[in-house]
């Protein structure tokens, strides 16, 4: 790539703006590359002047050469020792970026609102934060230490150039443009082929994810030959685009080298005929050429590293979309929700996913204080919705929510989402302890709490048989649990919390019809006092409901306790006449 378009792109000159935020290290860096170099800078003038001791076969002045020579071997000590200081100095600095970039990546995606996430693959957003973080590591570790050292030694072993023999010294710079015209020329084609490689490696690395992760399926369904198909095509498209921008890039280096040895053997011709006609004597030659030799290198060098570099902006590019995503509007200013008696209403609510496909509108509902509400309907009734908009996790299109009078979008929403606790049909538990798994949302919980909510959650017998009992390490790779008992985990972290408020999404589905019992006896008294939110299949749970509403189309179409709506030919009827037929609507 060239170097006035490589510093025309935004990314790259975002990349170098950050570095060179790393003061001190940035610092340490300029100053080891311009001594490193400019002791190696002294090696060819040295060279030759100790090639110009020796006059002859019995003339070699003995005393002025070893001088010379041991002037040699202390630089190239210290030289060494400078370069070794600049590579260390430049794993720290790459370090150091990544690991802000980490950072500021994943706190990006902690921040989003949920709608946005939804629209992004989860295996692609993993791969910015790793693939592409290594990808960045990889070319400043080699791009850093390269572009100050090259900068020394072109400027460094130009002056030495002019000073020596000026007429040719020209002549190599004529022949430079060339060299770098056509490197930028390659690297522009190559540029295009990286960046779609890293957009395929994210989608492959996204199908993989979820290949893995719901494997049952995968096999329940015997689906294994159409994705691993669906995996070959995407490889193959990530093999194609990789080879072309791998081609691309491998052209840039012999090509470069090519121009510069073509540049060489004319220097070394021309140079040689004047030490032949007196102008030049052996040793300023072999200093002439040396830095000739050097001042071709730098360019040989970044030329040869063109695939880490690009591949690292085109990386750069994908973590920096990542950590501009808007985050979720920061509302620390507005007031913080008082939750009293717990009372909910719906005025005029109006949603949709996508614009101009409404699934929520004009709903109006009115939850008293401390109701037990079912929420049932067919699949995309909009019951998850629902809560969704209560959490605000999605925003309104119209109309309003509030809770105890307070309109919930004008109220802070992290004191909205404290005030509820939320047990999903997806149970969810990260590698850690039982206790740590309990006590999510409550960190400084003592064991006592934590065993008190177990116990409520009929989850402490289990717990106890484990290995190490509350110790015991889970998660991924770990000890294995049913999914009924990762239920009864959540369920205890909902008990611990206490908030004023619940939601229960499925929360008893994946347990036996025993354990659903002593759950349901639980939850009744966590429940009793508070609002609460279910949504349920099975009729258990239904009936105990002070409240059910029944949802179709985004609309609630149907309210009133169970033997009210019970009662007539109505649409909750035929959804549970449907379920005890064995067609699971609700």
Known sequence: MSARRKLADPTFRRLLWDISQQKTLFLLIILTAIISNLIVLFGPRLIGEAIDQMLGPDEILWQPLLRILLILLILFVFGSIAQWGLNQITTVLAARIVRDYRQ???????????????????????????????????????????????????????????????????????????????????????????????????????????????????????AQKRQVERYDQINADLYTTGQKAQFYSS?????????????????ALLSSLMAIRGRLSIGQLASFLGYVSQFARPINEITGMAAQLQSAIASARRVYDLIDMEPEQDDCGLPLLQVTDGHIRFGNVTFSYHPGQQLIRNLNLDIRAGQMVAIVGPTGAGKTTLVNLLMRFYELNDGQIQIDGQDISAVNRDSLRTSFGMVLQDSWLFTGSVRDN?????????????????????????????????????????????????????????????????????????????????????????????????????????????????????????????????????????????????????
Do not use: C
């Not at 030694?153 to 020596?164: D, E, P």
């Not at 490689?197 to 719901?214: K, V, Y």
């Not at 090509?255 to 220097?267: D, E, F, K, P």
């Open 438 to 586: 309990i006590a999510f949302g409550r960190p400084d919980a003592s064991l006592a709490d934590i065993e008190a909510a177990a116990i409520a959650s009929h989850a402490h017998a289990f717990i106890r048989r484990l290995p190490d009992g509350y110790d015991t390490w889970i998660g991924r790779g770990h000890t294995h649990l049913s999914q009924g008992q990762q239920q009864l985990l959540t369920i205890a972290r909902a008990f611990l919390v206490a908030p004023p408020l619940l939601i229960l999404d499925e929360a008893t589905s994946s347990v036996d019809t025993h354990t659903e019992v002593q759950i349901q006896m639980a939850l009744r008294r966590l429940m009793q006092g508070k609002t609460s939110f279910i949504i349920a299949h099975r009729l258990s749970t239904i009936r105990e409901a002070d409240l059910i509403l029944v949802m179709r189309d985004g609309q609630v179409i149907e309210q009133g306790r169970h033997e009210t709506l019970m009662a007539g030919d109505t649409f909750y009827r035929k959804l549970l006449q449907s379920q005890f037929a064995g067609q699971d609507m609700i």
């Open 251 to 267: 052209m840039t280096n012999p090509t470069t080298r090519l121009i510069n040895h073509i540049a060489y053997v004319s220097v």
């Open 104 to 222: 500021r990546g994943f706190s990006a995606i902690s921040r989003q609102p949920l709608s946005r996430l939804d629209r992004h693959s989860h295996g692609d957003l993993v791969n910015r934060l790793t693939y592409d973080l290594d990808a960045i590591m990889d070319g400043l570790l080699t791009g850093l230490s390269q572009a100050f050292t090259g900068l020394v030694t072109l400027i460094g072993s130009l002056i030495f150039m002019l000073l020596i023999e000026p007429g040719i010294t020209v002549l190599v710079l004529a022949l430079m443009p060339f060299s770098f015209g056509m490197a930028g020329l390659i690297a522009n084609r190559s540029r295009q082929k990286f960046r779609e490689q890293s957009e395929i490696s994210g989608r492959l690395n996204g199908l993989a994810e979820e290949m893995t992760e719901h494997m049952d399926v995968v096999q329940a369904f015997q």
